[in-house]
């Protein structure tokens, strides 16, 4: 398994048109030092300037973020139409890239070996062999840490950081947070 | 003139002669003679032919002119034996004398006016003529065989069923979501299809095997003891007993010796595709209709096995009961939940898929008159069959959650049989100080086979918490019986508390457990925090699979610490269900046919199934069944499922939701059938739906019930927690018949879903039923087999899949109603494609009418004037007339439309 290094994760993402960011249930569910996962979701979509394709109950989080174009889709769905090469409404053009975050490997393994035409990277929890990317089984503190180098790396433009595991002072664009009823 | 035979070919002249090989009647025209030569040494004198021995060289003989065709013979009348050109192999008449198909036209079965060619309605009548006959008396009249090409195919195989799978398969092509799909390397699209689908079948056969299995086990002992004519009766209330059974075999078995016959053709069928699939290679689509032929099979044999219990095991069923008693039979008496077990006394708990165990053993303590003293309970399926003979037995977890059951340390004692879902009950159990008795033919676990040893001997094993196997049933009840006859005192451990913490000490925050953890569970964070609420939520969203436990480099005994520092929540584990309460009667579903299809009430009939192979502290179920009742569908459940369905208590009034609901198949309804295998009843109802609301024929006749089930019936099944492949076979047969099935939230674990694509329009046609024309439809039922991550999404989608194209205005206001709101309340957002299954605005709910009309306009740019709809956006996105889009969109209500292009009406009888 090759090393992740942040700056080329984002360097590889860029050079893609069109991605789509899909978000899966353990974004809801998974919390990495106080951050829901759900926020890196909202975050790299909102630095690549995609929309999001948010799949179980990741909407209504998702939603709340600023600066992010998300709709609630359906993932078996969602993968029939790549497959198909039919284009649901919300898209502008068919995705080249699929950025692949809160799902499990076992429950998408078979999806996305079937994929043909579009890259894959996978941003956890677990290891996506199948993708073309995917984070290593590592400790929650790990992936955190790899998780915000590569909102770095994509808010810099990846053209100033250091790899992993150094950090990069580079100033980043902030996506406001959820807002809160009240 | 009037008895002289007819010649068969003509039909016109009188016979004079037959056929020396098919034996039909001929007449002069229509008969040929030909002459062989026998050229044999024997008849060869000097280069002519010459009698011998064996009688003369040359004959003649009378043949029709299909067999001379068929057979080398030299052609004509009077001919001279030729002595020239090459030698020719002598000709054996008569070979495949008997064996040859009757002729078209020989086999005529008269209905009403009509004569009915019985070779055309059964590929091969023979050694079927006589149950043809049968069927065509009792279930048809002349105008249904006017109207429809009819097709009546007993015993049927996968090939016979091929036409309607097919059509399914390529409207719902399959996507495969499993490990198989990623080994094919740089393999062709066309290859990965075979991998997959051979995955598939594979998966499906070992399921269907499982159920075929114990259906024959049950079946044997009953032959056993009552021998073959022993009546298989279910009660007065009851019409149609066996729909799964005749609708592939052409008949409902009466007695004992029917059913094994019935059986024997699902034997049969299991082990042709086991060939098939041994062969490691074939076509995606056959191999898949293969294994959707296995998920009809799967439910005939739960069905054998069902009837079997019914009527030779004193299981509990509503049969004879007259509906109005129904609806609060049986009583809400069996308690679920571990916080229901008097551990003061001793406690038995069953584990597996075999009755039999429980029968002898529960039997056999009842003579002993241990029974009273002791608690009698059951680890999923095995305890919804107990408490349908057992009064006073209890259910302790899901399937999915044995391990916690086990874990927890509540038995004393576990007797095991094989299961669908692969459990070490014998190491788990170990860990919990509690002993196993392994028993029957089929249970697979590493133990020493202590079948011969006395049964003394074999308790005093078990009283030092020895793990025994003891084939026989019999033998194991008597060595339980001396288990609890001298009770050595708890065996169970408890989780302690204190080592619990101890253990937890030792976690390094490595985070495997929470790679290897199938639900992500932050496993190790709650440990090092030493926060009890935190460790509490992770029992609450834990499946118990103890996956963390192998993966765990420091051996922390993660299970135990769960359950040590969730004591509470395991005494407040309690509540009370109906037991199982076997088939559906007659007046049930002649009332919910009225109600769904033509009344509309409420957007359909859900099943609910599954294993409990899920996090959510068993609530799930709970919430999507209350949620569906409140919306007016009509909830079935069995297995594992029936009892999470109950594990809710509303607040106000302290009741589970079997107190709160009848136990009718109707509209706010909430059935449990029963067992895992009582789901054959539900399977069934499909069938008795067609039976019912269309008068379709359900004996050896599967197309069109299914037909009609899909396009008409607002049907749906969902699967929560499937922990086997069992499930997907289910699953297969439910879709088969039109019921589509939804799988969540681990889905996607299984290998094949059969998902259909809204976009694609080709896809959704159909024939009108008068006219024969194509039409394009809505996407519905948009999917067969569909996967979910969260129960909103499995209750908003159960809804969708309800949609049918033929349904009438009513059902179909119901039916965009619920998805509409569904899809809001959980997504906060109306979905994309309600607008696809909208006819008219007297489909729209009238308190919610304008609002939608309103979006109509402005969203969709629909002509809208005050409550009318003027112009329609149609699918090509242009803005048409309302009744040009009604023209050429959708199957106009009352419609006869079929997916089947042979149950197009007839020419003839249209005229």
Not at chain 2, 800 to 823: G, M, V
């Amino acid at each position: 398994m090759k090393r992740f290094d942040a700056r080329k994760w984002a360097s590889y993402v860029r050079k893609h048109n069109n991605p789509l960011v899909v978000a899966g249930d353990g974004c809801d569910r998974i919390v990495l030092e106080g951050t829901r996962l759900g926020a890196y979701a909202a975050r790299v979509a909102a630095h690549l300037g995609c929309p999001v394709a948010a799949t179980g109950n990741t909407i209504l989080e998702l939603r709340r973020y600023d600066g992010v174009r998300v709709k609630k889709m359906w993932l078996a769905e969602l993968f029939r139409f790549l497959q198909d090469g039919s284009l649901e409404p919300f898209l502008d053009r068919p995705p080249d890239l699929l950025v692949l975050i809160g799902y499990r490997p076992e429950g998408i393994h078979g999806l996305v070996a079937s994929l043909r035409n579009i890259h894959t990277v996978h941003l956890g929890p677990g290891s996506l062999g199948v993708a073309d990317k995917t984070m290593e089984e590592t400790t929650l503190g790990e992936w955190k840490r790899k998780l915000d180098d590569f909102v770095e790396a994509l808010s810099s433009g990846g053209s100033t950081h250091d790899s992993y595991p150094g950090r990069s002072t580079a100033s980043r664009t902030r996506v406001s947070g959820p807002h809160r009823a009240g | 003139m009037a008895d002289s035979p007819v010649c068969r070919v003509c039909n016109q002249n009188e016979a004079t002669e037959r056929c020396a090989v098919c034996g039909v009647d001929l007449c002069d025209i229509c008969k040929r003679v030909v002459h062989s030569e026998d050229i044999s040494a024997s008849h060869r004198v000097k280069g002519v032919s010459t009698e011998g021995i064996l009688g003369p060289a040359q004959r003649k003989y009378t043949v029709c002119g299909t067999c001379m065709v068929e057979a080398e013979f030299f052609e004509g009348e009077g001919e001279a034996a030729r002595d020239a050109g090459p030698l020719t192999p002598s000709v054996r008449i008569g070979r495949l004398e008997g064996f040859k198909r009757p002729r078209k036209g020989q086999l005529l079965h008269k209905v009403g006016d009509l004569a009915v060619d019985l070779t055309e309605i059964t590929p091969d009548i023979r050694g079927r003529e006589a149950l043809v006959r049968q069927i065509l008396q009792e279930e048809y009249i002349e105008t249904r065989l006017r109207q429809y090409d009819t097709r009546i195919r007993p015993f049927a195989g996968s090939h016979d069923l091929a036409e309607w799978d097919r059509i399914l398969l390529e409207r719902y092509r399959p996507l495969y979501t499993g490990a198989a799909l990623a080994c094919g390397g740089r393999a062709s699209e066309d290859a990965r299809a075979v991998v997959c689908a051979l995955e598939t079948l594979r998966e499906h056969i070992m399921a269907a095997a499982k159920s075929v299995a114990s259906a024959r086990e049950l079946l044997d002992e009953a032959l056993k003891v009552f021998g073959p004519d022993k009546e298989v009766e279910l009660g007065r209330s009851i019409a149609y007993k066996a729909c799964n059974t005749a609708v592939l075999t052409g008949f409902e078995p009466r007695n004992l010796g029917e059913m094994d016959r019935a059986l024997e053709y699902a034997e049969a069928q299991l082990i042709e595709q086991m060939v098939v699939a041994a062969q490691g290679c074939g076509d995606p689509v056959d191999l898949e209709s293969r294994a959707l032929h296995l998920g009809s099979l799967n439910f005939l044999a739960s069905e054998i096995e069902e009837l079997t219990k019914i009527c030779c095991f004193d299981y509990l069923s509503t049969g004879d009961m007259p509906v109005k008693e129904m609806a609060f039979f049986p009583a809400v008496r069996v308690p679920i939940g571990m916080g229901c077990v008097d551990r003061t006394k001793p406690v038995l708990a069953f584990f597996g898929d075999s009755s039999l165990a429980i029968f002898y053993t529960v039997g056999r303590l009842e003579e002993e008159g241990l029974a009273p003293a002791m608690e009698i309970t059951g680890l999923g399926n095995a305890g919804h069959e107990l408490v349908r003979i057992y009064e006073h037995g209890k259910i302790l977890t899901s399937t999915g959650k044995a391990l916690k059951g086990i874990r927890a340390g509540v038995a004393d004692l576990i007797v095991a049989t094989e299961s669908c879902f692969p459990v070490d009950v014998v190491g788990q159990a170990a860990k919990a100080g509690i002993p196993v008795l392994v028993t029957g033919s089929r249970s697979s676990y590493p133990l020493a086979d202590r079948s011969g040893e006395a049964v003394g001997a074999l308790a005093e094993r078990l009283k030092k918490r020895e793990s025994i196997l003891v084939r026989c049933f019999e033998k194991a009840a008597d060595v339980v019986a001396a288990f609890f006859k001298d009770f050595p005192g708890k065996m169970g451990t408890v989780p302690n508390r204190t080592v619990a913490g101890q253990a937890m000490e030792r976690c390094t925050g490595c985070d495997a457990c929470f790679h290897a953890c199938p639900k992500s569970l932050q496993i190790s964070t709650a440990f090092k925090a030493g926060d009890p609420i935190a460790v509490a939520e992770v029992y609450d969203q834990c499946l118990f699979c103890g996956r963390c436990e192998e993966a765990c480099p420091e051996q922390i005994p993660v299970m135990d610490c769960l359950l040590a520092c969730s004591a509470g929540r395991l005494a407040s584990d309690r509540f009370r269900m109906r037991p199982g309460r076997g088939p559906l009667s007659h007046l049930e579903f002649r009332d919910l046919t009225f109600g769904l299809v033509l009344g509309g009430n409420g957007p359909g009939m859900v099943t609910l199934l599954g294993c409990g192979h899920y996090s959510g502290s068993d609530e799930d179920l709970a919430a999507m069944a209350k949620d569906l009742l409140d919306r007016n569908c009509v909830v079935m459940t069995a297995g594992c499922a029936a009892a999470d369905v109950a594990r809710s208590i509303d607040p106000a009034t302290g009741k589970t939701l079997s107190e709160q609901y009848p136990s009718l198949a109707t509209l706010k309804g909430l059935v449990n059938c029963g067992g895992c295998s009582a789901d054959a009843h539900i399977m069934a109802s499909m069938f008795k739906f067609a039976r019912l609301g269309g008068g379709i024929s359900i004996k050896a006749n599967f197309e069109q019930p299914a037909d009609y089930s899909l396009n008409r019936a607002p049907f749906a099944v969902i699967i929560w927690g499937p922990a086997s492949e069992k499930m997907m076979v289910k699953a297969a047969g439910f879709a088969r018949v039109g019921a589509p099935v939804i799988l969540g939230p681990s889905g996607l674990r299984f290998s094949r879903m059969l998902v259909g694509n809204k976009y694609d329009r080709r896809a959704w046609i159909m024939y009108d039923g008068l006219t024969g024309e194509l039409r394009e439809i809505e996407p519905a039922p948009p999917h067969l087999i569909y996967p979910v991550e969260t129960k909103e999404e499995a209750v908003t989608m159960a809804i969708k899949l309800c949609f049918t194209p033929c349904a009438l205005r009513d059902p179909r206001l119901s039916t965009i109603d619920n998805y509409t709101e569904a899809h809001e309340k959980y997504f906060g957002e109306l979905p994309d494609d309600w607008t696809y299954y909208l006819r008219s605005p007297m489909e729209l709910h009238v308190m919610k009418r304008m609002r939608f009309l309103d979006i109509l306009r402005r969203e969709h740019g629909w002509e809208i004037q005050r409550t009318s709809v003027v112009k329609a956006r149609n699918r090509d996105g242009n803005l048409v007339p309302m009744d040009e889009y009604l023209e050429h969109y959708g199957i106009k209500q009352g419609r006869y439309a079929t997916m089947v292009k042979r149950l197009v009406m007839r020419e003839a009888v249209k005229e």
